[in-house]
């Protein structure tokens, strides 16, 4: 098990509503990426926060928007969801931007009705 | 945009062969590729990280191997188990880009006692 914990591990959301997730990372990472992960596909990288700032993005939509805080913990807020956006969501800690492992959360799994 | 390609099929073999993973990519070759271990319902566990400049690494049963003309990554898992039955997926850095991370798809493993 890592040290990585997402709360909650399951959600059910109304399209057109608002969620937040939320991501604690490892003692001693200072950085956070959230994916995405539907069904039978690989993660998919919606964006990593360094030191509090947005350090990357992928292909996703402003809906998609998130946060990091002094203690690297990190939200991943979506609005006006969609029923694509059934997925698990996933949050990674490492120790920095690039070329470090990352550690996996278990995981947020959201449908969207 | 940069991509990875696994075998989307699932690796069925017998206990104790060595399974051999297969990770392709396109267009530059990334700094470094990472591998991991996902079983279902939860997070990716990570397993190895190998580097452009570095040929082969390994880590107890597992080898991973990086080919800059191939453009290719194979994974290999000696003397395999029942309990390596996962899929494993194999991520590229996009470095200089804001897409930080692009996984491949996954390839599910396998072992047959």
Known sequence: ETGVTQSPTHLIKTRGQQVTLRCSSQSGHNTVSWYQQALGQGPQFIFQYYREEENGRGNFPPRFSGLQFPNYSSELNVNALELDDSALYLCASSFGSDGYEQYFGPGTRLTVT | ?113
């Open chain 2, 1 to 113: 945009s940069q991509k990875i390609e696994q075998n989307s099929e699932a690796l069925n073999i017998q206990e104790g062969k060595t399974a051999t993973l297969t990770c392709n990519y396109t267009n530059y070759s990334p700094a470094y590729l990472q591998w991991y271990r996902q079983d279902p319902g939860r997070g990716p566990v990570f397993l190895l990280l190998i580097r452009e400049n570095e040929k082969e690494k390994r880590k107890e049963r597992l080898k991973v191997t990086f080919d800059t003309t191939l453009k290719q990554s194979l994974f290999h898992i000696t003397a395999s188990q029942p309990a390596d039955s996962a899929t494993y997926l194999c991520a590229r850095e996009n470095s200089g880009g804001y897409q930080k991370v692009t996984f491949g798809i996954g390839t599910k493993l396998q072992v047959i006692p």
